[in-house]
């Protein structure tokens, strides 16, 4: 008899979405983790009092996204969260909230009035794109940038580029920012993409989990039913069984025998544990890229941050997006003070600590105010995704050459972003496994 149904390797969002999604349906499952907590980069942890998350985090998709379609047909305890405000675009000392529709475009003065006619022109030659045969997919955003744009409009485009799909703008597809079939009315035209990762004033598709993002972690755990899961941490999967298709895996410390094995760690990592993998499809594996992110976590004496919603800052050298998670739970901080969170996408190529450096003065530089309150100093270095989405980068697919191996997470799957992105690649995979057509579903 095999010891499990199903194996899970990592315990991170999609491991633990789909190991409950697997038990509700009635199999035995175990999770095997390398590291000594779950929740991979979507938890939460104390420094100093302050309860920081893996990285700032707007939990999208709310209303109708993957994410609650999960929550909808397997969680006993579903998290709450907190509607997450108005993205606020800030150059300096001013700052004023996204511009979302063609009027409010029309009087963003962070931007020339020029550049934002010519994004506009942009925006309808780019919907006339649609109608042609040109592949979208391989146009970066600074092609069809006009050359004489000012360098703070540039800086606009690229801050987007950097935040939505990992690259700078020479790298980042123009499809991604387009969407034709999911913008609201209100909304400039087509830019629907944009507006999935984005908000509106007082929508509530986007939230932040009361409690942190430990609290959607620690929600999965309690709906977990009983006797169905085991979760083995400290254990790190080093081979996977296969033999006609996959039958069991190889840890550290022992080995176990299962029926299905869902592998939610780096794609490109799977030929490290899978022998006699199909060289077309590793090499694809292989084109995968991710980038690296910086968070930079200021436990903060007084409230710095009055607006409910978050910052881009578009003119601090790195781009910062800033979150003050405190505003929207202030448990997330002792009483009186303030969490911030201020992430950074990092270079290629870099040193670690004059980029913490370069970072911390990046802050202190665009709000003075705030070097004269720091309570608390927490960095992370972390990799937001495991695919990112620039021109020429890879994917992978849940579906994978072996039988009964499947991989989940952000790199097995296109659509959306972050938690989103992981949960669809849940979904997906459960499809499959009921025998569900292997098709791409646009939501
Ligand atoms: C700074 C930052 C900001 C972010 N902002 C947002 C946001 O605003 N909105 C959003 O939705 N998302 C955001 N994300 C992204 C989101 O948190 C992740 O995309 C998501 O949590 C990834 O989940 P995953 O399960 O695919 O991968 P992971 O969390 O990486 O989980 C994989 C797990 O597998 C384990 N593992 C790997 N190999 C093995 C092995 N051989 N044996 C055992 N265990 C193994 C790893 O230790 C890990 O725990 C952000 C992330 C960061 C870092």
């Not at 998350?53 to 397997?74: F, N, Q, S, V, W």
């Not at 920012?177 to 609201?184: E, G, L, P």
């Not at 006699?276 to 710095?304: A, F, H, M, Q």
Request: net charge neutral.
């Amino acid at each position: 008899m095999k010891d499990y149904d199903v194996v899970v390797i990592g315990g991170g969002i999609s491991g633990l979405l789909s190991a409950l999604a697997l038990s509700k349906e009635g199999k035995n499952v175990l999770i095997l983790e390398k590291d000594e907590y779950v929740g991979g980069v979507c938890r939460s942890y104390l420094v100093d009092g302050y309860l920081v998350d893996t990285g700032p985090h707007a939990i999208t998709r709310l209303e109708t996204g993957p994410l609650k379609e999960l929550m909808d047909r397997y969680f006993d305890v579903t998290p709450k969260f907190i509607p997450f405000g108005i993205y606020y675009v800030r150059v300096g000392k001013k700052i004023r909230p996204f511009p979302w529709t063609i009027k409010n475009w029309l009087t963003f003065d962070l931007l020339p009035t020029k550049d934002r006619l010519l994004l506009l022109k942009l925006l309808f030659d780019t919907l006339y794109m649609l109608n042609t045969d040109k592949d979208l997919s391989m146009v970066p955003l600074s092609d069809i940038l006009p050359s004489d744009s000012s360098v703070i409009t540039k800086k606009f485009l690229d801050w987007l580029s950097y935040f939505m799909v990992g690259t700078p703008m020479e790298e980042a597809p123009i499809s991604r920012f387009i969407d034709n079939r999911s913008h609201k009315p209100s909304s400039i035209p087509y830019v629907g993409g944009l507006y999935n990762l984005l908000i509106t004033e007082g929508s509530a598709d986007q939230g932040y989990p009361v409690g942190g993002l430990q609290s959607i972690v620690d929600s999965i755990l309690k709906s977990f039913p009983k006797n169905r899961v085991d979760i083995k941490t400290n254990e790190e999967v080093l081979k996977i069984r296969c033999n006609g298709g996959a039958e069991g895996v190889i840890t550290r410390k022992d080995s176990y025998d299962c029926d299905t094995v869902l592998y939610s760690g780096f794609a490109s990592d799977l030929s490290n544990l899978v022998d006699d993998l199909p060289r077309e499809y590793t090499k694809n594996l292989k084109t995968i890229k991710t980038v690296n992110s910086l968070t930079i976590w200021l436990g903060l004496t007084k409230k710095v941050f009055k607006n409910h919603g978050s910052e881009m800052w578009i003119d601090s050298d790195p781009y910062a997006w800033v979150v003050p998670t405190s505003n929207y739970d202030p448990k997330v901080a002792p009483k009186g003070k303030q969490l911030v969170g201020f992430a950074f996408i990092l270079p290629e190529k870099y040193d670690l600590e004059e980029m913490k450096k370069k970072a911390l003065s990046a802050i202190f530089d665009t709000i003075p105010e705030i070097e004269k309150c720091v309570d608390m100093i927490h960095y992370q270095e972390l990799i937001p995704e495991k695919a990112s989405w620039g021109i020429n980068s890879g994917f992978g697919n849940v579906k994978t050459p072996i039988k009964n191996l499947y991989t989940i997470g952000t790199d097995s799957e296109k659509r959306s972003a972050g938690v989103s992105r992981a949960a669809y690649s849940v979904l997906r995979c459960l499809e499959i496994m009921k025998g569900g057509s292997n098709r791409e579903k646009r939501r």
